[in-house]
Every structure is written in C-alpha cells, then in structure tokens.
C-alpha cells in the first residue's frame, strides 16, 4: 500500500487539523481544513522520507512528477551546500495572484498554496482535492 493510500484511508470525514500517517520510517501529513466524503480541504501536506535525498536532482524530478497539482512548477532555487530547494508555479500561471510552492530538504517535502495580498505580503490559501488527487499528490511528493 502507498504512503498517499495509508493517508486517504486515515482521512475520516469532518476531520480538522493534522493528521499524520507512518509507514515504515516514512510519514504523510495533510493539514486538513474540512473533509468529507469524496474530497478535502487542506492548508499544507508533507512528506517526510526515512533517508536523505539528493535535493538539486530530486528539484528536477518533481517539476517532472508533479501533474496532481493545477499548474506545474519550476525550480527557482536548489543548492545542495545549502541543503534545500524551493519550487513554484511559473508567474505566467499566477490566477488570482495564486501560487504553489514546494520546500524541499532532504529528507521532507512540504506543498502549500499562497496568494499575494493586497499589500504585496503572502498569505496562506487553501486548496480543495478529491481523495483520489490527494492519494496521488502525496505519491508523487513521496516519488514512490
């Protein structure tokens, strides 16, 4: 079973807040706003691996894996000397100042959603997926 089906399985309806699955040494975290029977509302979802990737080469793979998402994202930055990488939506899709972006360390992958405010300031925005979307969402953070 995947790691995006254990945590589609924990997902009961009217849940709110955290909610976290482990397999093996591996875990999922989906910030859940609402969810119900076929989809979810989430601030943020997290994958945290049970060993260290590769961050510049694992940045390229996920532009690459990510088609769950509405837009597809870029690198902006990756440096492994710095141990991270940051992945946005590309400007050109920015629909109602609204962006993805994916924080990448070695070993956690974290996706949230951000909408430029009327003062140029970000703020967090949340994102409706069916159960379905998310199960393969957290797959392809997980790349397994």
Do not use: N, Y
């Amino acid at each position: 079973m995947s790691l995006g089906e254990v945590l589609e399985q924990a997902l009961a309806p009217s849940t709110v807040g955290p909610v976290e699955v482990t397999r093996e040494r591996e875990s999922a975290t989906v910030e859940a706003v609402e969810v119900g029977p076929l989809g979810v509302r989430v601030r943020s979802v997290q994958v945290v691996r049970g060993g260290p990737l590769a961050v510049v080469a694992e940045a390229d793979a996920l532009c690459d894996r990510l088609r769950v998402l509405s837009e597809p994202v870029d690198v902006i930055e990756a440096d492994a000397g710095l141990g991270g990488a940051v992945l946005r939506s590309q400007p050109s899709s920015h629909r109602r100042r609204e962006f993805w972006e994916v924080e990448l360390v070695p070993t956690r992958t974290t996706l949230r959603k951000h909408r430029v405010g009327d003062e140029g300031l970000r703020e967090p925005v949340d994102f409706v997926l069916t159960r379905e979307q998310l199960r393969a969402l957290v797959d392809e953070l997980h790349g397994g």
